[in-house]
């Protein structure tokens, strides 16, 4: 299992996290937490998801290329975690 903290910039806020939540446990991981604001780039909102690494890369394909989605950033990863 993999610990990952994903950074999603977009113009909207409606819809963001019920989006991305159903795109994250579509492609297997769970979310664990999550912050939204409100900034001079957008919305921005941080993700911590927890799940399996081979599927990490289908998870990052999902976020880049959603229709919402402007820019993101993987802020940190775990790849230590025991679950």
Known sequence: MVDVEFRV????????LLAL????IANGFTLLRQRMVSGAEGVVLTMLVRGPDPLLVSLQESLGTH??????AVANTDTGHQG
């Open 67 to 72: 229709p919402l989605v402007r820019g993101y």
């Open 21 to 24: 939540g159903q795109a994250v």
């Open 9 to 16: 910039v977009a113009d909207r806020r409606e819809g963001l």
